[in-house]
């Protein structure tokens, strides 16, 4: 009985604690529902924001594509504008191009106008906007110069080439295919310009190429009329010598002392006549560049020695001295002996000639420099006036005298030396002070003996 009741008690007391778990358990829901719940709601609130956010951002850029679509507009002008100089440029620089190859083309030596028509042409083509299809064509007083794939057609443009206002060819340039209309038919306003500026550049070219050939062909002739004049002139010359070298040897019969005098007089008049007759050959052969020189290894002390010794007597008579100043080294140069002697010769008897006649002196140094052999002809003249120094190489040009009479030259000395000293790889170089006399120096590359330096 006892056991039974205690029994009873046990599951009375476990029936009792059921409800009370079950409420503990609703009331942890509840609160957990009540969390969710606040949960939900500032969810809710962060997505109410973030609509407003999402709303505002749509707003914006509402207000930045329309803020695009009109600076779409405003550059779309310029951007058509920046299109149209950019092509515009790219035109002009193909259209220097080509006026540019031409002046190159002008510039080569011994270009002919044939070859600066020919090049022309074919610089056309790649200068017009459609160059695969564009040909050019040169009319030329009955010759013709064209591109290889030169066509006529109905899409041309033309330019007359003149010369001082006289029609004297054509250029044309043709499209093969038909194009868009442009500025005139298929071509553009720049190409216009351009065919008519080539044109006017052709009909200079031509202008003076022409002037150039006549220019030669006198130049010819005039070298011709003074070699021909020159040679007419020695052989009189030379039987005038043989006959007063005779007269003074008294093969006529004895001389009293004045026929003696006129003897020698007319015998130096014909010596100088001779002279001027080669410098005029000399200069002549210069020009022409038919001047032949005959190389060869030469002692420069023998060299200064054999000038000097040669034009001593010419000191003498004016009782001055003419001395040379060598060093004891043995130099050589490769050059015509017989041009160095007349361009040293030249020097020293102008130096013989500007010293006064009595006090006077003309010293020749020869010394060796690097590379090179210094041959210098100094005297202690009168100078030569700073405004002459320029033209003191310059054909024909005299200085003005300041002692004695003397004779007068052709002024082509210093000239032909010039161009001499050049055609053997030298140089003439002049130093004077005015009151204190004059340096003329020759330089010429060295050798040693057995080579060139």
Same mark, same amino acid.
């Given at each position: 009985m006892t056991e039974n009741t205690g029994k009873n008690l046990k599951d009375s007391v476990k029936e009792q604690a059921k409800p009370q778990a079950v409420n503990q358990q609703l009331e942890a829901l509840t609160q957990k529902l009540r969390a969710s719940e606040q949960q939900l709601k500032a969810m809710n609130q962060r997505f109410d924001a973030s609509n407003q956010q999402l709303w505002a951002t749509e707003q914006q850029l509402r207000a930045s594509n329309q803020q695009l679509d009109a600076n779409n507009q405003q550059l779309q002008p310029k951007g058509e504008q920046l299109l149209k100089l950019n092509h515009d440029l790219g035109e002009r620089v193909k259209e220097l191009n080509c006026l540019y190859g031409i002046s190159h083309l002008v510039e080569k030596?011994? %270009?002919s106008l044939e070859e600066i028509f020919k090049g022309t042409v074919d610089l056309i083509p790649s200068s017009w906007q459609y160059p695969e299809i564009t040909c050019a064509r040169i009319t030329m007083q009955g010759q013709e110069f064209k591109t290889h794939n030169f066509k006529e057609t109905i899409w041309k443009q033309t330019s007359d080439i003149t010369i001082r206002n006289e029609k004297v060819g054509t250029l044309e340039v043709c499209y093969l295919q038909e194009k868009p209309e442009s500025d005139e038919g298929p071509f553009l306003t720049g190409e216009r310009k351009l065919i008519d500026a080539v044109t006017e550049r052709l009909g200079r070219i031509t202008d003076r190429k022409k002037a150039e050939e006549k220019l030669k062909k006198q130049d010819r002739l005039k070298t011709e009329l003074v070699v021909n004049v020159s040679h007419e002139l020695r052989t009189p010359l030379t039987i005038f010598k043989n006959i007063i070298s005779n007269l003074q040897a008294g093969v006529a019969g004895s001389l009293n002392p004045k026929q003696h005098k006129n003897l020698e !007089?007319? &015998?130096?008049? *014909? &010596?100088? #006549?001779? @002279? *001027? !007759?080669?410098?005029? +050959?000399? !200069?002549?052969? *210069?020009?022409?560049?038919? *001047?032949?020189? @005959?190389?060869?290894? $030469? @002692? $420069?002390?023998? +060299? %200064?020695? &054999? %000038?000097?010794? #040669?034009l001593k007597p010419l000191a003498d008579e004016k009782n001055m001295e003419l001395v040379t100043s060598m060093g004891d080294e043995e130099l050589f140069v490769d050059v015509d002996r017989d041009r160095i002697v007349q361009v040293l010769a030249n020097l020293i008897n102008n130096a013989v000639k500007f010293v006064p006649d009595c006090g006077g002196r003309v010293m020749v140094r020869a010394k060796k420099l690097d590379n090179e052999v210094s041959i210098a002809v100094q005297d202690n003249g009168r100078g030569i006036e700073p405004d002459d120094m320029d033209k003191i190489f310059n054909r024909f040009f005299q200085v003005e005298k300041y002692v004695g009479p003397g004779e007068h030259g052709t002024g082509l000395g210093l000239a032909i030396s010039k161009e #001499?000293?050049? #055609?053997?790889?030298? @140089? !003439?170089? %002049?130093?004077?002070?005015v009151g204190?006399?004059?340096?003329?120096t020759v330089f010429l590359p060295l050798m040693r003996e057995g080579g060139a330096v």
């Open positions: 030596s011994d %270009v !007089i007319a &015998d130096k008049e *014909i &010596d100088r #006549l001779a @002279r *001027i !007759i080669s410098d005029f +050959l000399d !200069i002549s052969k *210069i020009e022409s560049g038919t *001047i032949s020189l @005959r190389m060869q290894q $030469v @002692r $420069v002390q023998s +060299l %200064v020695s &054999d %000038v000097a010794e #040669l #001499l000293t050049e #055609l053997h790889g030298g @140089r !003439i170089e %002049v130093a004077s002070e204190c006399g004059t340096t003329f």
